[in-house]
């Protein structure tokens, strides 16, 4: 299997640098910056997601082709027709090129009108799909410790998903509209006179060429520090607006909003910065347009070229041009998108991955593991082939303490584990090492039997998830935060889902049942509920090969947590393996194996009866928590 370095990588919030990379408001996307080196990997995954589409964009763009081409004929038409009218020509002439100039008007409006729906057609639908799958990811994945926040959240459902349709509408569809306008015109002009076209090609080449690689280089440097201080914008608005209370209640409300107001004015002088490059670039190309048209008019006079086809050739050439100047728009939407367009990618797939699908030879034979691979894991609850974590460690920051220092743990088809200890132990960030959400810095982790690093985004989410710290709650209906863990899920499977979560009950409490919705982040719940919401979300995600539970029961009283603890296990069903981390040590018992951490480390493992028989933190910590609990009131009915 092709290792994929950088696929998905580590080193969480704080230690990724703010400019550049794939960081979002200085908090790392998956770890680290994009790998460098792989060219047009983004393109790539979009071209990937476009595929099934692409005879709509095709559509659109010779659409957009139609436009320009119906708009530089109208002109030189028009042209023609202004010059040759005062000539007397004949009048069926005359009618001819005006009838011809009405219908190119109309039918530029017409087709500009038709382009503007195909175009958003197609883009519309590729965006759904990414969106969809961006989505259930982000769903699926929960927040790991890697740091995700809400304002990375909006970031990537919003403005990054945007990108993939700026991509298409703004940049690809322009783009291959100007260059066959281009080529046509040089073709037509070629007609009248050969020398004239390779005047009007050398103007076309330095408006479609040179000048969008200008505006790229000069628009690139500010893209790479706008990006993510958007995104810290972004991530400044959240906590301003879901923090006030607690700023508020410590005074640091000025201070925050300082912090704010200053990555505002930045970003302003960036933007002005950008804004200056590019009336001066804009400037060039007038400059050009004209200049073209003059070499066309001196090279068509020497050619002893016709007068009126001469003033034809001036107007067109200047249509022309500016066709083609709509490159330089597109290379600068391209520079911007890029950020957001890495974002999406990184989420979403590999280019490896990508490129595997259409391979026919691999020497390393990756491609047929992988589809093997692929095979044996479409099904809900293969589990033929165990997990494992071999010897893995973690660290945040070079000079940090590891939060998981040489810890290996079986996880074969079936198996409950249960992952306990003190808080800050590494609990979050072992699963977060299974979800890849964490890269090792040592250590072997294998899916399935195959290494971790060989799964993209996706197929990684369909083997390996569940319910992560501070899963997100989308705000919208019950239903629909359920439907992310698997869209195509029937009425009765919602209902076992939800029955096993223990949140059967409210949704039928309520008059809106699963179209009640649940607020921004889950507001209008208890937290209870919330977490209920959250882990039903999570088991009809159905993993095939591990379901992760971190801290299900967090919220709930003691009887309610057992009572779904229980049937939240017997959800995943045989062949699933199921890793549970929690503090609550009751309802263990039915657990194959409890792993304590401390400080990174396995110091004790083993089932319930052995660990309360040896003295150690597990049998402390459960006598504890069974004295409190015994004096916790049962719940009345
Ligand atoms: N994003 C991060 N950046 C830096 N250090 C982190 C990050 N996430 C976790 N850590 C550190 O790693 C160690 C393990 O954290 P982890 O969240 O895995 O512990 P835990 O056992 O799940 O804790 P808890 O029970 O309180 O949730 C802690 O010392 C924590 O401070």
Redesign the pocket.
């Known amino acids: 299997m092709t290792p994929r370095t950088g696929a998905r990588t580590s080193v969480?919030?704080?230690?990724t640098p703010r400019a550049g990379g794939t960081s979002v408001g200085g908090t790392a996307i998956h770890g680290v910056p994009g790998p460098a080196g792989t060219i047009l990997r983004s393109e790539r995954v979009v071209w990937h997601l476009s595929r099934p589409y692409l005879g709509r964009l095709v559509g659109a763009g010779l659409l957009a082709a139609g436009t320009e081409l119906a708009g530089l004929v109208l002109m030189a038409t028009a042209t023609w027709l202004l010059i040759s009218a005062a000539g007397r020509p004949p009048l069926d002439t005359l009618t001819v090129a005006i009838v011809a100039v009405r219908a190119l008007a109309i039918g530029r409006g017409v087709l500009r009108y038709t382009e503007r729906l195909a175009g958003h057609d197609a883009a519309l639908r590729v965006v759904t799909e990414v969106r969809t799958r961006v989505f259930a990811t982000l769903a699926s994945a929960g927040r790991p410790?890697?740091?995700q926040r809400s304002g990375d959240l909006l970031s990537r459902l919003v403005s990054d998903v945007e990108a993939v349709q700026d991509l298409l509408l703004r940049v690809l569809v322009p783009a291959a509209a100007a260059t066959v306008v281009g080529l046509l015109a040089v073709g037509g002009t070629a007609l009248v006179s050969v020398p004239a076209a390779l005047a009007l090609a050398g103007g076309l080449l330095l408006a479609g060429l040179a000048l969008p690689v200008l505006a790229a280089v000069l628009t690139r440097r500010t893209s790479a520090l706008v990006a993510p201080l958007r995104g810290t914008l972004a991530v400044d608005a959240v906590d301003l607006t879901h923090g006030a209370a607690e700023l508020a209640a410590f005074g640091a409300t000025r201070t925050a909003l300082d912090g704010a107001a200053t990555r505002a004015r930045e970003l302003a002088r960036l933007e002005r910065r950008t804004a200056a490059a590019s009336w001066a670039v804009d400037g060039l190309g007038v400059l050009l347009s004209g200049a073209t048209s003059a070499a066309v008019v001196l090279v068509a006079l020497r050619t002893e070229v016709d007068g009126v086809l001469v003033g034809v050739l001036a107007v067109g050439t200047l249509a022309a041009v500016e066709a083609a100047l709509a490159l330089v728009g597109a290379a600068r939407q391209w520079t911007q998108l890029r950020p957001g367009l890495d974002r999406v990618a990184e989420l979403l797939a590999d280019p490896e991955g990508l490129a595997t699908t259409d391979a026919t030879v691999d020497p390393t034979g990756a491609t047929a593991e992988a589809a093997d691979a692929a095979t044996d894991r479409s099904g809900p609850g293969n589990g033929r082939v165990g997990s494992r974590i071999t010897q893995v460690t973690?660290r945040?920051?070079p000079d940090?303490?590891p939060?998981?220092d040489q810890v290996s743990l079986e996880l074969p088809p079936g198996r409950r584990i249960a992952v306990v200890?003190?808080?800050?132990?590494?609990?979050?960030?072992?699963?977060?090492v299974l979800t890849g959400a964490v890269r090792p810095e040592a250590g072997r982790v294998t899916v399935g039997g195959l290494d971790l690093a060989s799964f993209s985004g996706e197929e990684l989410t369909r083997s390996v998830s569940g319910l992560l710290?501070e899963a997100h709650v989308f705000h919208t209906t019950v239903r629909e935060n359920l439907l992310l863990g698997r869209s195509r899920a029937t009425e009765d499977e919602l209902t076992a889902a939800a029955e096993a979560a223990g949140l059967l009950d409210w949704v039928r409490q309520q008059p809106a049942g699963w179209e009640t919705v649940v607020g921004e982040d889950g507001g209008q719940l208890s937290g209870g509920q919330r977490q209920r919401l959250a882990l039903a979300r999570a088991l009809l995600a159905a993993p095939t090969d591990v379901l992760l539970l971190?801290?299900p029961t967090e919220g709930l009283d003691p009887h309610a947590a057992d009572r779904v603890l229980t049937s939240a296990t017997a959800y995943a069903g045989p062949t699933r393996t199921v890793l549970l981390?929690t503090?609550r040590l009751s309802e263990l018992e039915a657990y194959d194996e409890i792993v304590v951490?401390d400080?990174?480390r396995i110091v004790q493992r083993g089932n319930h009866s052995e660990l309360v028989d040896q003295p150690g933190w597990y049998r402390d910590q459960w006598k504890r928590q069974r004295g409190a609990e015994l004096a916790y009131p049962a719940p009345r009915g």
Do not use: F, I, Q, W
């Not at 969480?12 to 230690?15: F, L, R, W």
């Not at 200890?421 to 072992?430: D, E, F, R, V, Y």
């Open positions: 969480p919030a704080g230690t410790t890697a740091g973690v945040y920051r940090a303490p939060a998981l200890g003190p808080s800050g132990a590494g609990k979050s960030t072992l699963l977060a710290a971190d801290e981390v503090h951490l400080s990174g």
